[in-house]
């Protein structure tokens, strides 16, 4: 195991270099909703550690909470779902494409003993309706930004995974004096200046067209409406799931019970929020985020992640101010659900020390 710390001048970083962190797996599935009231088992992909006594006599209870229904609150554009758990600093955790708060159910839970965590359904996803109008990045990180506001968080720290990372160094580099620490999980960046200038030629018919044609894509979305439970039905049949699981994971999923929850989640996501979502891939205004950023960050990674391997990883930290590198062997994209023993070590290291070593 080995720690890259880019400075604040960052010099090339090395292929291969990086904090290397890994886990003994465990085949066991952590307990499906409506589970009776025994103490979860170690080992099991939830590790509850809660340290008030109330708490740590109903673990079980939380769990049960979390995956139930989330909490709402009223936004400017609409209502906003979020499930939150724990005492102590704030922490926000933002879900990647095609997924919601309920990918965050262990994170929630294994950071509840040390931060007060929120995670949301970013407008469009899980149960938060679609903004009525285009879902850019720094659209969805004003709501966020307004979510924050709405429950007095003067300062936090926040977590985005893929997509929602995207959203969240767009807020850290507009909010610095409010965004205390970032985590970008599973988000790189495009290799070099060409690359992501074409990139971006590329993809600007569609943001015209997307910027055009969404008020017929609000008259769409009813209709759309109509098909969802036929396709999650379809979704879900075996081995549909699995094929579907099987580039965004390395080792398959540990806890079962969240490859119904993804189908749930992909079958949920508003298409004006999916194609937004597909719209924000290679966006120049993430790319000058990241070098904006003034915060400490963590850069974690699976090491096998085929949708953001680690060299875009090390290309992202090249371009940001105070960037730490963090990768879990055998590991893909959804280190959370993958390795959370591993990954939730990273997270508590980086956010309790500051801008210290990882680990």
């Given at each position: ?266 079958t949920k996501m508003d298409l004006r929020a999916h194609l ?84």
């Amino acid at each position: 195991m080995s720690a890259e710390h880019p400075s604040d001048h960052p010099t090339p970083i090395r292929r291969g270099k990086g904090l290397r962190l890994s886990v003994t797996s465990s085949d066991a599935d952590v307990p499906t909703p409506g589970a009776g009231d025994e103490p979860l088992r170690r080992g099991q992909g939830l590790r509850l550690s809660i340290h008030d006594a109330a708490a740590a006599s109903s673990p079980s209870r939380l769990l049960r909470e979390l995956i139930g229904a989330p909490q709402i609150i009223e936004l400017s554009h609409g209502p906003l779902a979020y499930r939150a758990a724990g005492h102590g600093p704030p922490l926000i955790l933002l879900h990647g494409w095609a997924a919601s708060s309920r990918y965050w159910l262990i994170t929630l839970a294994d950071l509840s003993a040390d931060f007060r965590v929120y995670a949301l359904d970013l407008p469009g996803f899980g149960d938060s309706p679609a903004l009525p109008e285009p879902g850019t990045v720094a659209r969805q990180a004003q709501a966020v930004l307004e979510f924050a506001d709405a429950l007095g968080l003067t300062t936090f720290d926040i977590n985005g995974h893929s997509y929602g990372a995207a959203v969240a160094v767009t807020l850290a580099a507009s909010q610095p004096q409010r965004v205390k620490r970032l985590v970008m999980t599973s988000l790189g960046a495009i290799g070099n200046e060409i690359e992501r200038l074409l990139f971006a030629l590329a993809r600007a018919p569609l943001d015209l067209t997307l910027q055009v044609g969404y008020p017929w894509l609000n008259l769409l979305a009813p209709w759309v409406e109509l098909w969802r439970p036929f396709a999650t039905a379809l979704l879900c049949v075996p081995p549909l799931p699995q094929l579907m699981a099987a580039r965004f994971v390395e080792n398959g999923l540990r806890e079962k019970w969240m490859l119904q929850e993804g189908i749930v989640d992909l079958t949920k996501m508003d298409l004006r929020a999916h194609l937004m979502a597909m719209a924000s891939i290679g966006d120049l205004q993430v790319f000058d985020a990241m070098r904006a950023a003034p915060q400490p960050t963590l850069l974690i990674g699976g090491a096998r992640d085929q949708i953001m391997p680690p060299e875009s990883l090390r290309a992202a930290a090249q371009a940001m101010r105070q960037p730490r590198l963090a990768f879990i062997e055998r590991c893909g994209h959804v280190p959370m659900i993958e390795q959370p023993e591993a990954y939730h070590a990273a997270l508590r290291a980086f956010l309790l020390d500051g801008a210290s070593e990882v680990l």
